[in-house]
């Protein structure tokens, strides 16, 4: 009995020393930024205007979908324009500059559209920009088995091999 005792009163100080140690800190929500779409470039890339009326080009974090020149390349920016084209939506504020433009995750609502676009096969997992997202990979592999959207084709042509050259005319 004093053994419990002693094992329940040092359970108990040593979660009241965790409850009041500044040393442990809450991550904090991701900050968003609010912007409206004004144009759907591709079907990963949006341009956007901010607040103050910037316009900006936005690259979907975790995506990659067919060039415009490529088999369902113009499908996929149709998804894309479905989901988010005049609409307002929110950048993550951990958005990364990337040649002329910002690599983001973009939510509809509370919803990734990354998430949502290869849902619906409109685009590939693009693991350069979203390396550990294992879920894209799972979302990937069921629109896959389910043969939605470019999956129709047995074997597409992913858009980094297209744009190395190696696509079907």
């Known amino acids: 009995m004093n053994r419990q005792r002693m094992l329940l009163a040092g359970a108990l100080g040593l979660l009241a020393a965790c409850a009041s140690s500044p040393d442990v800190s809450v991550p904090e929500p991701p900050k968003v930024l609010q912007v409206g779409v004004s144009r759907v470039v591709e079907g990963d890339t949006l341009q956007v205007v901010d607040s103050e009326g910037r316009p900006h080009t936005v690259r979907l974090r975790g995506v990659d979908a067919p060039e415009p020149d490529q088999p369902f390349g113009e499908g996929a920016r149709r998804c894309l324009e479905e989901l988010v084209g005049g609409r307002s939506v929110r950048l993550s504020a951990d958005m990364r500059p990337r040649e002329h433009l910002l690599v983001s995750e973009v939510y509809l609502d509370t919803a990734p559209v990354s998430k949502l ?38 074997n597409p042509v992913p858009p980094r091999e297209w744009r190395a050259g190696s696509g079907r005319p």
Request: charged residues 30%; proline residues 3%.
């Open 117 to 154: 676009l290869i849902q619906r096969g409109c685009a590939w997992w693009d693991q350069q920009t979203a390396p550990y997202d294992m879920e894209l990979g799972r979302i990937e592999q069921g629109a896959r088995n389910a043969r939605r959207g470019l999956w129709v084709d047995r």
